[in-house]
C-alpha cells in the first residue's frame, strides 16, 4: 500500500479500558469522567445518588454543558429513596428545574428497586459500576459497548416500570 494513498479502512475503535476505582478521589473524579463521555444520554440509578455525590457544583456545571451541547441530550437518574435528593442535593434540583424536559428522575418501583446496584452509564460504551470488590470499590470501563448494553436494558426495564418523574419543584412550594 503507497503510505501517500489515503486508506479507505474506517479507523478501528478505540479499545476497551477498565480502570479500578479504590477511593472517593477517585469516585469523583470517574463520575466527571463518565459524564464528560456522553454526548447524547447519561444513566445513573443508586438507591439515594449519594455515592456519585451529583450535587457537587463542579459535577452539575458537567452536566449543565452536557444537557447545553445537544437538543436531545438526557440525563435519567433512578433512586428507590428520593431523601437524599430533596434534603441533600439542592444545586442538582436546581438543575432539574432549569432543563425539566433534559433531567428526568424517578423513584423505581417496589416490584424492581434499584436495591444495592449502583452504576452510571454515559451514551453507550461507558460504565461506571460501583459494585465493591476485595480488590476495589467500583470500575470504570470506557468503549466497552457489549458490557454496557445489558446494563443499559436492565436500566431501561426499571425506568419503564418505575413511578412518574419526580416533580420540579416539590409540591406546594411552587
Given at each position: 500500500?503507497?503510505?501517500?494513498?489515503?486508506?479507505?479502512?474506517?479507523?478501528?475503535?478505540?479499545?476497551?479500558?477498565?480502570?479500578?476505582?479504590?477511593?472517593?478521589?477517585?469516585?469523583?473524579?470517574?463520575?466527571?469522567?463518565?459524564?464528560?463521555?456522553?454526548?447524547?444520554?447519561?444513566?445513573?440509578?443508586?438507591?439515594d445518588?449519594?455515592?456519585?455525590?451529583?450535587?457537587?457544583?463542579?459535577?452539575?456545571?458537567?452536566?449543565?454543558?452536557?444537557?447545553?451541547?445537544?437538543?436531545?441530550?438526557?440525563?435519567?437518574?433512578?433512586?428507590?429513596?428520593?431523601?437524599?435528593?430533596?434534603?441533600?442535593?439542592?444545586?442538582?434540583?436546581?438543575?432539574?428545574?432549569?432543563?425539566?424536559?433534559?433531567?428526568?428522575?424517578?423513584?423505581?418501583?417496589?416490584?424492581?428497586?434499584?436495591?444495592?446496584?449502583?452504576?452510571?452509564?454515559?451514551?453507550?460504551?461507558?460504565?461506571?459500576?460501583?459494585?465493591p470488590?476485595?480488590?476495589?470499590?467500583?470500575?470504570?470501563?470506557?468503549?466497552?459497548?457489549?458490557?454496557?448494553q445489558?446494563?443499559i436494558?436492565?436500566?431501561?426495564?426499571?425506568?419503564?416500570?418505575?413511578?412518574?418523574?419526580?416533580?420540579?419543584?416539590?409540591?406546594?412550594?411552587?
Amino acid at each position: 500500500m503507497d503510505p501517500e494513498q489515503p486508506s479507505t479502512e474506517p479507523p478501528s475503535p478505540p479499545a476497551p479500558q477498565r480502570t479500578l476505582i479504590t477511593s472517593r478521589a477517585e469516585t469523583q473524579a470517574a463520575v466527571l469522567r463518565t459524564i464528560e463521555a456522553a454526548t447524547r444520554r447519561v444513566l445513573c440509578l443508586h438507591s439515594d445518588l449519594s455515592i456519585f455525590d451529583l450535587s457537587r457544583t463542579e459535577v452539575v456545571d458537567l452536566l449543565a454543558k452536557f444537557l447545553l451541547a445537544h437538543r436531545s441530550a438526557r440525563a435519567r437518574l433512578l433512586v428507590d429513596d428520593s431523601i437524599w435528593l430533596d434534603t441533600r442535593a439542592a444545586r442538582l434540583r436546581a438543575l432539574q428545574h432549569r432543563f425539566p424536559l433534559a433531567l428526568e428522575m424517578r423513584v423505581a418501583s417496589l416490584d424492581d428497586p434499584v436495591g444495592d446496584d449502583a452504576m452510571m452509564i454515559a451514551d453507550d460504551a461507558t460504565v461506571l459500576n460501583m459494585q465493591p470488590t476485595p480488590q476495589a470499590r467500583g470500575d470504570l470501563w470506557l468503549n466497552n459497548k457489549p458490557h454496557a448494553q445489558p446494563l443499559i436494558a436492565a436500566f431501561g426495564r426499571r425506568w419503564e416500570a418505575a413511578s412518574h418523574n419526580l416533580p420540579v419543584v416539590p409540591l406546594g412550594l411552587g
